[in-house]
Nanobody, 115 residues
Framework: QVQLVESGGGLVRTGGSLRLSCTVS????????MGWYRQAPEKQRELVAT???????TYADSVKGRFTISRVNFKNTVSLQMSDLKPEDTAVYYC?????????WGKGTLVTVSS
């Protein structure tokens, strides 16, 4: 069974940085695209960044130039380096991984950016 566990959330001031990490267990070598999504209070979950197994990345316009997604395939880990954080980045961040047409999600990690 595929399980995802996020870590690295916390409280940071505006302009600060945080690094989120996610480890996928149970997926073996068949994990495909991985990504990060976020959900702010009273808002819908939105895509932050994705990365394919070959390293192709996509980003939401709101985080381009500030966030960097990366992965280590043999470890089945994906990370999100977040810089120049803003109050509007406050949200629960969820790790996502795809395998054989199925989507798997972590339980989320809270990022709070104080103004």
């Amino acid at each position: 069974q595929v399980q995802l566990v996020e870590s690295g959330g916390g409280l940071v001031r505006t302009g600060g940085s945080l690094r989120l990490s996610c480890t996928v267990s149970g997926g073996g070598f068949s994990i495909g695209a991985m990504g990060w999504y976020r959900q702010a209070p009273e808002k819908q979950r939105e895509l932050v960044a994705t990365i394919s197994r070959s390293g192709f990345t996509t980003y939401a316009d709101s985080v381009k130039g500030r966030f960097t997604i990366s992965r280590v395939n043999f470890k089945n880990t994906v990370s999100l380096q977040m810089s120049d954080l803003k109050p509007e980045d406050t949200a629960v961040y969820y790790c996502n991984a795809g395998q054989n047409g199925m989507d798997y999600w972590g339980k989320g990690t809270l990022v709070t950016v104080s103004s």
